[in-house]
């Protein structure tokens, strides 16, 4: 089990995450919802221990991330927000420099390696600069990469971005069976539909701080409760945007 | 007025090309803030040059006792001056030639706003000028001006205005020659190449460049030399191109000599070749803007790449160890940035090495050829020395600049303190592979050659042992992967830091050389050199990798602390 126990993050004064606690059961998957700016991205960069927490920890399987933060790190995969990666390396090169870097056995890692670049369709250009690659192509890369080591616990932040819909559906249909095997996934992104068909729980972050949680069962049987849509902008206080584009268009008439 | 030009598009973008000259996008803002900061101490430190360097001049000119004596001197100061206005002005174009014509950025984002493909043109060239006649200006008023109103004395030949008048343009055409040259050179480049050769022939040809002018140091030192190519009114001074502006300077002063009035005009065709070439480009470009400049930055590599590396990895026993030393080795091939920081600085290296085995004077009667002889053994000796200590400092600096920072954060994901020794051995074997073996190999022929096969081999043990030391002297404090660290370059005061490392340079070389020599000289120093050598090294070793356990991985540069707390 993951447990995120009262985290909580200042920067200078200004408290970006306030005692965030949430659970991952082994089989879940957790979607993490916020509006920009709520402080989804600091506690998933806590959970994957890139942030030290100013209060509060990080638990995975009764073991600490502060207590032993090189046997957590090796557990958990991570798909960052934006494909952040060396592109003057391929795609065999930066898989190689993450699994030599997470102590993969070499016959295993280059085998390994070669698999995820036929299954992610990424085989043709394995000697291609990742630079030359697509949007969508460097996300797969990243995928491979937090899927190179086995982990128990994927972190994904905004993983569906710039992948087209085959890869989306491949995606989609893997971390259904990847949690089925009993590992554990916490999702974060913007896309309501998505999280609805891929998670089988919300937690909804906003100004630093849980306002709603909910599984998600819940919320597809739309007869007797409110959308994930329509939860989440009550949970977040959204405002009618009708009048700020009236108001838009008004300075746009006004120039 | 002010208000009304800063509104104009023309202006914006003129001042949008023109920052964007000194805009370094691998810094974060504390780099940058610190790059600003060191330019104008090199800018200062030059202007002061400008009241020294007259100074010196007028110094010298006074001891003459013949006006044959002070007509060598002067000529040989005024190619001094010319060459080095050229050399900075060439460098400085050098190291921003990637940004002389429009790219790749501007066609995407000026293009789609209502400006016009010739105000885009046009104010690029504008900033260009504006940005080019700052080095041209400074160089001339330095170097030009400053320096032909200091050199009168009893034995000028001509008035003060007719001498500025006529240094001042040989030094500001020849400083617009050399930037030109290079900015030519680029624009064919951009021009004529396929667009697979484009981004590695361009980073070629500027790390060339760099290399080049910096191995022309030698001779810059020494221009009496080839001052004597214009008296001989030799052939050869054709192919130099400072004493093409000489021979205009010479013109300009009155005298019709038929080959100097050949050397003007070759000046005179040089500067205007390269102009029209620009000028060619800049026209080519502007008409096919949308087929050459889609092609022309940032183009990435859709060649297959060479996987010779991977291969590597079937012999690398540690995992970290082999992660850390290919990417380095894969970064150092594939950004050009880092080839030119690694290869200038060895250039520098080389360089210096080759003024410290040339210039040689003998002194009179035998006693002063012993000396010289004596002089030039240590020199050699000393040579492999000044090769590590630019070919460390070399590696050094191009590991410490960083490549896309934010995707640092796979090696902050899998930091493990217990592979921490293995990713610094890396980093170790990479500074002895670049920064000391290939230069020893270098020097033990030029020793074999000069020293005899024997005594090279002898010299090359304490040689590699001072090596050896100066990379564990320089990994003292080193917590960092490879380009995977913010950077804050000029930390200290620019003095500062060049006065440490003279000191260093000077420290290191004399003493080494000076421990080399005897332990040449006396078979026991040999001995006792190499056993001194050897426990330094391993003293010096075990406390490092003792501390680098300790010591997390740094992955932000940081300022030293502005308050310094004395414990009262």
């Known amino acids: 089990m993951f447990e995120a126990r009262a985290l909580t993050r200042r920067y200078r004064g200004f408290l970006a995450v306030d005692k965030v606690s949430f659970e991952i059961q082994r089989g879940d998957i957790l979607g993490y919802l916020g509006p920009n700016g709520s402080g989804k991205s600091t506690t998933i960069n806590m959970v994957v221990g890139l942030l030290e927490p100013s209060a509060g920890s990080v638990v995975l399987d009764g073991v600490s991330m502060s207590e032993d933060p090189v046997g957590c790190k090796r557990r958990i995969g991570y ?64 995928l491979a990469a937090a899927l190179l080591h086995n982990p128990d616990l994927l972190v994904l932040d905004e993983p569906f971005s ?94 | 007025m002010k208000t009304v030009l800063a509104e104009t598009a023309a202006f914006g973008l003129t001042r949008h090309f023109f920052r964007e000259f000194f805009y370094l996008r691998f810094l974060t803002d504390t ?37 044959a004596d002070y007509r060598q001197a002067f000529l040989s100061d005024q190619l001094f001056t010319i060459c080095v206005a050229m050399f900075v002005v060439g460098l400085i174009a050098a190291l921003v030639c990637q940004s002389l014509f429009p790219d790749e950025t501007d066609y995407r984002v000026l293009m789609a706003l209502p400006v016009t493909q010739r105000l885009v043109f046009g104010t ?123 021979g205009l300077e010479q013109v300009t002063l009155g005298h019709r000599d038929a080959f100097v009035i050949r050397l003007a005009s070759v000046a005179l065709l040089g500067l205007a070749g390269s102009i029209v070439a620009i000028a060619g480009c800049y026209l080519t470009i502007y008409r096919r803007f949308d087929q050459l400049v889609l092609r022309s930055s940032h183009v990435p590599w859709r060649g297959r790449l060479r996987p010779g590396w991977l291969r590597l990895a079937s012999v690398e026993q540690r995992p970290a160890r082999g992660a850390i030393a290919r990417f380095t080795s894969a970064t150092l091939r594939r950004s050009g940035l880092h080839q030119v920081v690694f290869c200038s600085l060895s250039a520098i290296g080389a360089a210096v090495s080759i003024n410290s085995l040339i210039g040689f004077e003998a002194g009179p009667g035998p006693r002063g050829q012993a000396a010289m002889a004596w002089r ?37 994901l899998t930091e493990d303190p217990a592979a921490k020794p293995d990713q610094l051995a890396a980093i170790e074997r990479s500074l002895i592979r670049l920064g000391v073996a290939p230069y020893l190999l270098v020097s033990l022929v030029i020793q074999a050659a000069v020293l005899g096969a024997a005594n090279a081999l002898l010299a090359a043990i304490p040689t590699t042992l001072l090596g050896l030391v100066l990379v564990e002297w320089v990994l003292r404090h080193w917590h960092r992967i490879p380009f995977t660290c913010t950077y804050i370059p000029g930390k200290r005061q620019l003095v500062h830091s060049l006065l440490i490392t003279f000191a260093a340079f000077v420290v290191f070389v004399n003493l080494g050389g000076g421990l080399v020599h005897f332990s040449l000289t006396r078979p026991r120093g040999f001995v ?39 414990p009262l």
């Open chain 2, 528 to 566: 006792t050199v190499c056993a001194v050598l050897l426990a330094a090294l391993i003293a010096m070793r075990r406390s490092r990798l003792a501390s680098s356990a300790r010591v997390p991985l740094e992955f932000e540069d940081s300022l030293p602390d502005d308050v310094t707390v004395i």
């Open chain 1, 79 to 142: 798909v960052p927000e934006e494909p952040y990666l060396y592109t003057h390396l391929t795609a065999t090169e930066y898989l190689t420099l993450v699994g030599n870097l997470r102590g993969l056995e070499r016959a295993r890692l280059e085998s390994r390696i070669a698999r995820l670049l036929q299954l992610f369709a990424l085989f043709e250009s394995r000697y291609s600069a990742l630079s030359a690659y697509s949007k969508g192509m460097r996300q797969r890369v990243l």
């Open chain 2, 376 to 412: 030039f053994v240590e020199a050699v000796l000393e040579m492999p020395l000044v090769f590590f200590f630019f070919g460390v400092a070399a590696v050094r600096n191009a590991l410490l600049l960083p490549l896309d920072v934010r995707a640092n954060w796979v090696f902050r």
């Open chain 2, 31 to 67: 780099g940058a803030e610190s790059v600003r900061r060191t330019v104008i101490g090199v800018v200062s430190g030059l202007f002061a040059l400008s009241i020294l360097f007259p100074q010196f001049v007028v110094g010298r000119y006074a001891k003459m006792r013949t006006v």
């Open chain 2, 124 to 246: 690029k060239m504008l900033a260009l000028a504006l940005f080019a006649s700052i080095f041209v200006l400074s160089t001339t008023v330095i170097f030009g001006l400053a320096f032909s109103a200091a050199a009168g004395g009893r034995w000028a030949e001509q008035g003060i205005l007719r001498r500025m008048l006529a240094h001042g343009s040989a030094v500001c055409l020849a400083s617009i020659f050399a930037g030109a040259s290079v900015m030519s050179v680029q624009g064919l480049i951009a021009v004529l190449l396929p667009r697979s050769w484009l981004r590695s022939v361009s980073v070629v040809t500027q790390t060339a460049t760099i290399c080049v002018l910096f191995l022309s140091l030698p001779a810059i030192a020494h221009p009496a030399g080839y001052a004597a190519l214009l008296q001989t009114r030799a052939t050869l001074s054709l192919a130099v191109p400072p004493v093409w502006f000489l």
């Open chain 1, 162 to 255: 710039g992948l087209d819909v085959s890869a989306g559906l491949l995606f989609r249909t893997l971390l259904h069976l990847f949690a089925r095997e009993g590992r554990m996934i916490l999702f974060s992104s913007h896309r309501l539909d998505v999280v609805e068909r891929v998670c089988s729980s919300v937690v909804i972050l906003h100004h630093g701080r849980i306002v709603a949680r909910t599984g998600v069962d819940h919320v597809r049987d739309g007869q007797r409760s409110p959308s994930l849509e329509d939860l989440f902008a009550h949970a977040t206080q959204q405002e009618d945007y009708t009048h700020v584009a009236r108001d838009i268009l008004g300075v746009m008439q006004d120039v």
